[in-house]
């Protein structure tokens, strides 16, 4: 089969693979223009239904920026169709690429998105005002845990186990970290001891999934389940009894980063936040430098894709995964942290409230993929976020709708938007030597 | 390297697969390891590579005793394998594959990625190999995946390199160029294990052959033996290596496919628009390399395929958007080309399993139950009939050997009125001695005037059966020639080349 030999030379970085193949339009193609035009279509007929007059305030500016930007206002109802016609334009272009068996490049659903999301809030906050600053920001710190959730699954699914228990370790996180940092006085205390709790959820785990090759979804379910009950006797039994003196921890407070804290608009944003958040910035990058950079990440990717494969090149399968989800849990854990030391500054009955879920959710919507991952949280907490600022500003609509936005967004992100996506081939499936 | 095996006995339980062989490989020699499937050739190879811990017995290289507990270690010892199922991770790159396991680091356990890409160039160049480093493994075709195998084991200073059943995935050209790659390799002074149950090859390149039977050394091959007594030796008796049949008598067009497409799930045309007619008592052979859309043809014939366009005609009845059980009831008879996927239930008895296509009705069901006494008794004489080797009908067909399992799917595709038989790889991973009694089942077939369609991607399998012979490539006709075209000729086809002088035989 080999062609005749253009000699590679070693410096030929980048070469084409020898088969070429022909980008066709996936089922991914296909499903973009249908959910754009539902999108812009409810859009519209809600803007048709009930109409207002008035003008939105976008305020860009936190009150202590070191360059004030300015407030943007803007007409409500005019606003609104432009960007109903920019969504039909995008959805038009989304179409004739299907039409014409082409790929669906990602700026149409991103400029789609933005347009949909201003026209949007133009219609909703009609006479009122948007703080941008807020409603991004306020995003970024709800994401916090989804972020750690989806990263403690994405590292877990590349070495090939399903990490269904990420509820379960955010929720020991949650209730060790209170613990911990209620006796020792320190939130960091409080965030190793998250760390802890969640690898020991994933120890169990691994020794039900990978030891003895239950199935993984199911162990996880139950764990989910067992650390619900678990937390729950313990909170009664032992936390309320002893608030004081267990269940009342140090949490974290913000820490503004001097310079970075002054950019507008961006620095509020991402760099007012509380310790916590600067941890994940710095877990986020790190997983994604040793995934694709390392000779661990490497050999996880291929106890993932190829066990066998890695067992005859004399990896040690088993072992690689346990260090791995091992390490998956202590993330996920961490993001539990988030709920006993930044949201509330005491651990509460059932305070998760099923974000480990919505993190697995990101964790496909991520493709697998650390960064996209984390965008994909950071889109869920978007969306939560968005919920909470609406009915504040009392937009018109109702309130129970708006609860259900982030999983709603949630369902459409994995069903319709995710494209081709592909898990690692060996992702849930136990290993055993014959 | 000098590779000394001293009584290795390997066990699974109360099976020996492995009982005491003994054999020497030197440095510079291409050894052939020729058996039958389930001889045991490939348990001692995954011994020898510290997949599985002997029982008894001990490796030497170079008059060391070796103590392997991993494929680590005998990696570390030199020893180099080429597995029968790449052991390649499909998504990462040649370059990556190669350095898996054996990563060049630097700072902090970084990659050292480009390392790993001079390292597949250099080798790649030494042998004329023509791989590139950052292509990704799933994009390449089979043959060139077998060399970056052979790369990953070279670049770990491999002196000792096993060959297990390589050409089973190959084309006859690539399957040539191999062979060089092993001649070359020899003459660079590796010790080669050949492994394989193709008589061809072994005779191409064995420096020495040492045949395999029941998990024991049967002795040694002179490599100018011919077929024949390779074969006797291998099976254990005399085989018969031809085929018997007569000349076709056809009957009418009885099986007619016009513009027949098909279309898998990610959009691709496996199929793309072809056009045959097989006529009664008439056997058409499919030649390809696997993946060329044998798979999809036969499973549009059958309605297992979703995305189907064209005409699937047989006698007269079109199949094309009928479901499969109304196909099989149109008479069609079905080998599946894996039979323990779609073959068989391997946790059913073999009675259970002899029923599957006539789990409806009579003979076997009556007013929504079972007749469990017409069943065993048609169980009991098709064991009788087909000779399957079996303690009882109550059997699990798991526990079967190949061959045996294979004569219970032929037994129950071909103990109904058949108006077509659709064969694939009727013989993949059968004893000799199976092999021969399902080819005569298939040309008895045929002879009673049933149009049959075999695909196999063993080419001898083709021209043994065939009246004619249509080469798919890229899921399209390149031609359909008669059955004595030659074999160079075939080959040729089965890459894509038209030859310019071909004429088709037409139906």
């Known amino acids: 089969m080999s062609t005749a030999t253009d000699n590679p030379t070693p410096d030929s970085g980048g070469l084409a693979p020898d088969t070429v193949v022909t980008p066709t339009a996936g089922s991914g193609a296909r499903k973009l223009p249908v959910v754009l035009g539902v999108l812009v279509l409810g859009l519209a007929i809600v803007l048709l239904r009930s109409s207002h007059s008035g003008d939105t305030t976008f305020r860009l500016a936190a009150e202590t920026d070191f360059v004030t930007l300015p407030d943007v206002v803007v007409p409500s109802g005019p606003t609104a169709w432009v960007m109903v016609v920019i969504c039909l334009a995008l959805t038009a272009e989304a179409v004739r690429r299907m039409l014409g068996h082409l790929r669906q490049p990602m700026w149409i659903p991103i400029a789609f998105a933005v347009a949909w999301m201003i026209g949007f809030l133009s219609w909703a906050a009609a006479d009122s005002r948007i703080l941008i600053v807020s409603l991004l920001g306020g995003a970024v710190a709800l994401a916090v845990p989804l972020v750690f959730g989806a990263l403690g699954g994405v590292l877990g699914e590349r070495a090939g186990v399903v990490n269904i228990a990420i509820e379960g370790q955010l929720l020991l996180g949650a209730f060790a970290a209170a613990i911990a940092a209620s006796t020792t006085g320190s939130p960091w205390a409080g965030l190793v001891?998250?760390?802890?709790?969640?690898?020991?959820?994933?120890?169990?785990?691994?020794?039900?999934?990978?030891?003895?090759?239950?199935?993984q979804v199911i162990v996880g379910v139950v764990l989910n389940v067992l650390v619900l009950g678990l937390t729950n006797f313990m909170f009664r039994q032992v936390l309320a009894p002893n608030a004081e003196s267990l269940n009342s921890p140090e949490g974290f407070s913000r820490l503004p980063i001097p310079i970075l804290g002054d950019i507008p608009l961006i620095g509020p944003l991402l760099f007012r936040q509380t310790p916590l958040v600067y941890v994940l910035y710095a877990v986020v990058a790190l997983v994604a430098w040793a995934l694709y950079r390392t000779r661990w990440g490497l050999r996880v990717r291929a106890v993932g894709e190829h066990p066998k494969a890695a067992d005859t090149v004399g990896i040690k399968v088993n072992r690689t995964r346990y260090r791995t989800i091992l390490l998956a849990g202590a993330i996920a854990g961490m993001g539990g942290a988030y709920y006993s030391l930044v949201s509330v500054a005491a651990f509460n009955r059932e305070m998760t409230g099923g974000a480990g879920y919505i993190a697995l959710a990101a964790v496909i919507f991520g493709k697998w993929d650390p960064i996209r991952a984390t965008l994909a949280a950071l889109l869920f907490g978007f969306a939560t976020n968005l919920q909470g600022v609406l009915s504040s500003i009392g937009s018109p609509v109702p309130s129970q709708f708006m609860l259900m936005l982030p999983y709603l967004v949630t369902i459409l992100a994995v069903a319709g938007l995710v494209g081709r996506s592909r898990p690692p081939a060996a992702d849930g499936v136990p290993y055993r030597k014959q | 390297m000098r590779l000394v095996l001293r009584g290795i006995t390997k066990r699974f339980g109360s099976v020996v697969a492995n009982d005491s062989i003994s054999l020497t490989v030197e440095p510079g020699e291409i050894h052939c390891l020729l058996g039958e499937n389930g001889a045991g050739k490939s348990t001692l190879m995954n011994v020898l590579y510290g997949l599985y811990r002997a029982d008894e017995g001990e490796i030497e290289l170079d008059g060391e005793v070796q103590h392997f507990t991993g494929p680590g270690d005998a990696m570390a010892a030199g020893i180099g394998m080429v597995h029968q199922h790449f052991m390649l991770v499909p998504v990462f790159t040649v370059a990556e594959n190669v350095m898996l396991g054996n990563e060049s680091t630097g700072f902090a356990g970084t990659l050292d990625i480009d390392a790993a890409r001079r390292r597949v160039t250099e080798i790649s160049e030494r042998f004329g190999f023509d791989v590139k480093p950052d292509a990704v493994v799933e994009d390449l075709p089979v043959g060139v995946q077998q060399r970056v195998e052979i790369i990953k084991a070279l670049s770990r200073d491999a002196e000792l390199l096993v060959f297990d059943e390589p050409t089973a995935v190959l084309t006859p050209q690539e399957t040539d160029e191999l062979m060089d790659i092993m001649r070359q390799l020899r003459e660079s002074g590796k010790a080669i294990v050949f492994i394989t149950h193709k008589l061809r090859e072994v005779r191409e390149v064995a420096d020495r052959i040492t045949v395999i039977r029941h998990g024991k050394v049967v002795g040694e091959a002179d490599p100018k033996a011919s077929n024949a007594e390779l074969a006797s030796m291998m099976v254990g008796r005399p085989v018969e290596l031809v085929v018997q049949k007569d000349a076709p008598r056809v009957g009418d067009d009885a099986f007619v496919v016009r513009d027949l497409r098909v279309v898998d799930p990610a959009g691709h045309a496996q199929v793309d628009g072809i056009s045959f007619t097989i006529r009664g008592g008439e056997v058409l052979a499919v030649a390809g390399v696997q993946g060329n859309g044998q798979t999809e043809l036969t499973e549009a014939i059958l309605g297992l395929q979703d995305d189907v366009s064209g005409s699937i005609r047989l006698d007269g009845t079109e199949l094309v958007g009928r479901s499969t059980r109304k196909i099989l009831d149109a008479g069609v008879g079905f080998i599946p080309e894996d039979r323990q996927v779609d073959g068989l239930v391997p946790n059913f008895t073999i009675a259970e399993n002899l029923m599957l296509n006539r789990s409806f009705k009579s003979p076997f069901v009556k007013?929504?139950?079972?007749?469990?006494?017409?069943?065993?008794?048609?169980?009991?004489?098709?064991?009788?009939?087909?000779?399957?080797?079996?303690?009882?009908?109550?059997?699990?067909?798991?526990?079967?050997?190949?061959?045996?399992?294979?004569?219970?799917?032929?037994?129950?595709?071909?103990?109904?009125?058949?108006?077509?038989?659709?064969?694939?790889?009727?013989?993949r991973g059968v004893d000799v001695g199976s092999i021969e009694f399902i080819h005569k089942q298939v040309v008895a077939t045929r002879d009673s005037g049933i149009p049959v369609l075999v695909v196999s991607t063993e080419l001898d399998e083709v021209v043994a059966l065939a009246d004619r012979i249509m080469v798919l490539y890229r899921g399209q006709i390149v031609g359909i020639v008669p059955a004595d075209t030659p074999r160079q000729t075939l080959g040729l086809m089965m890459t894509g080349e038209r030859p310019k002088d071909l004429k088709d035989v037409v139906a």
């Open chain 1, 193 to 215: 001891a998250a760390a802890v709790a969640g690898a020991l959820v994933a120890l169990v785990l691994g020794l039900f999934a990978i030891t003895y090759f239950v199935d």
């Open chain 2, 367 to 427: 007013n929504g139950s079972l007749r469990i006494g017409a069943l065993r008794a048609f169980a009991e004489q098709k064991l009788k009939e087909y000779d399957v080797r079996a303690r009882d009908i109550d059997s699990l067909a798991a526990n079967l050997s190949g061959g045996n399992q294979q004569k219970v799917v032929v037994a129950r595709e071909l103990s109904r009125d058949l108006r077509l038989l659709v064969a694939a790889q009727p013989t």
